[in-house]
């Protein structure tokens, strides 16, 4: 990904099919409004809310945010178009995605990346467990060392009244063996009407010194970020819909703040995908 040029193609190769699937999906008739069935009120590729693990479900997805945002850090100064697909079977999850940028600069370098993530969701009582193995396959630049890596993961979350607790807790098992990320926060959903829903959820993140000095440069265990994310879903039909989303992080320890070059931001973005399922 050298040539800005071949990269900004690319990036409009991703979007424009999704949108004349849009105008196509539009024009069609609404002859399943007289069904009224239940639309999911998240991205389908999300096993939290699953009403059926076992079922075979895939779609795409792609979505458009004004910056890149990964563990409470924004990555790189550019917006960020990231194409996305996955299938879900038998409480199994795969999902493949692609970040593109129009530039190939050191600055852009970790939005240039493609991300494969492998989840497990299963349900004890009340609390759901998700495994999950995550790999991130980085671009190259000449004098720029970012290695490839591997992350474990292990999700709990547990229902609260209407809320939803959960504790993320992520382990590098390549490039930096023993480096850690930890996360915990609670979500709100709320479906509005059969085709509309909305999220919103507070988290924080902390971090230990290997994290810290490999991504931030600063070599110390820290209480990371607090934060805050929302989106809007609004199904137009039974496959298709439309996400507007936001996030909110904010760097809380001042020797990382010194070293970022936006400890505080704000991104929004639109997803627009489709799934479905049998």
């Known amino acids: 990904m050298s040539r800005p040029a071949k990269i900004l193609r690319r990036t409009q190769a991703a979007v424009a099919p999704l949108f004349t699937i849009l105008i196509i999906v539009l024009s069609w008739p609404p002859a399943f409004a007289q069904s009224s069935p239940e639309y999911s009120s998240e991205r389908s590729y999300s096993s939290e809310h699953s009403e059926d693990d076992r079922r075979l479900s895939f779609g795409t997805e792609t979505d458009l945010s004004s910056d890149y945002a990964w ?16 299938i879900s079977a038998r409480r199994f999850t ?11 600069t050191p600055e852009s370098l970790p939005l240039h990346a493609t991300d494969l993530t492998l989840t497990y969701g299963r349900d004890w009582k009340n609390l759901r467990i998700e495994p999950a193995i995550e790999g991130y396959l980085n671009g190259r630049l000449a004098g720029v060392h970012d290695p490839n890596t591997m992350e474990g993961q292990l999700k709990l979350s547990y229902p609260a009244g ?6 993320i807790h ?17 979500g709100y959903e709320r479906r509005v009407t059969n085709r509309t829903s909305f999220a919103v959820s507070f988290r924080s993140g902390w971090a230990s010194s290997k994290f810290n000095d490999a991504y931030i440069g600063v070599n110390k265990p820290a209480f990371n970020f607090v934060g805050a994310e929302g989106s809007f879903t609004r199904y137009l039909n039974r496959y298709l819909y439309l996400q507007p989303h936001f996030e909110f992080s904010n760097i809380v320890d001042r020797e990382l703040r010194q070293q970022l070059s936006r400890p505080t931001f704000i991104s929004f973005g639109l997803a627009i995908g489709m799934e479905f399922s049998k």
């Open 162 to 167: 209407p809320l939803r607790v959960f504790t």
């Open 71 to 86: 563990h409470g850090m924004v990555l790189g100064n550019r917006p960020v178009v990231q194409p996305s697909i996955w």
């Open 170 to 186: 992520s382990f590098d098992v390549l490039a930096y063996k023993g480096s850690y990320f930890g996360e915990a926060g609670a």
């Open 94 to 104: 795969l999902i493949a995605s692609r970040n593109l940028t129009p530039a190939s």
